[in-house]
């Protein structure tokens, strides 16, 4: 069982950036394969970033290329997504979700477990 709490949300300014991070509870978070997600009002959740158990592939939608970074401190069992260049198209809800093993999906049901997620609002 795997618990995951995101932080980091918040109100900014387009071009502007956010960290958000989500920490996880429960064993073997070294195992799970990491991914962010959005969900905007009245449409479906979408893939934004992931990151696999073993680290070495990393996925980005293309939406955010170039601006997003994820990155995961095993250590801390902590997965972070670095926002810059934002965009009002950026507001959503973030959520992070976790994967035992996996390769790093962009798929929403490949996910076994969901934080309860954080509010993203970019303003123009």
């Known amino acids: 069982q795997v618990q995951l709490v995101e932080s980091g949300g918040g109100l900014v300014q387009a071009g502007g950036s956010l960290r958000l991070s989500c920490a996880a509870s429960?064993?073997?978070?070294?195992?799970?394969?990491m991914g962010w997600f959005r969900q905007a009002p009245g449409k479906e959740r979408e893939f934004v970033a992931a990151?696999?158990?073993?680290?070495?592939?990393?996925s980005y939608a293309d939406s955010v290329k170039g601006r997003f970074t994820i990155s995961r401190n095993n250590a801390k069992s902590t997965v972070y997504l670095q926002m810059n260049s934002l965009k009002p198209e950026d507001t959503a809800v973030y959520y992070c979700?976790?994967?035992?093993?996996?390769?790093?999906?962009?798929?929403?049901?490949?996910?076994?477990?969901w934080g309860q997620g954080t509010q993203v609002t970019v303003s123009s």
């Open positions: 979700a976790a994967a035992f093993g996996s390769s790093g999906s962009s798929l929403v049901g490949e996910y076994d477990y």
């Open positions: 990151f696999n158990w073993s680290g070495g592939r990393i």
């Open positions: 429960g064993r073997m978070f070294s195992r799970y394969s």
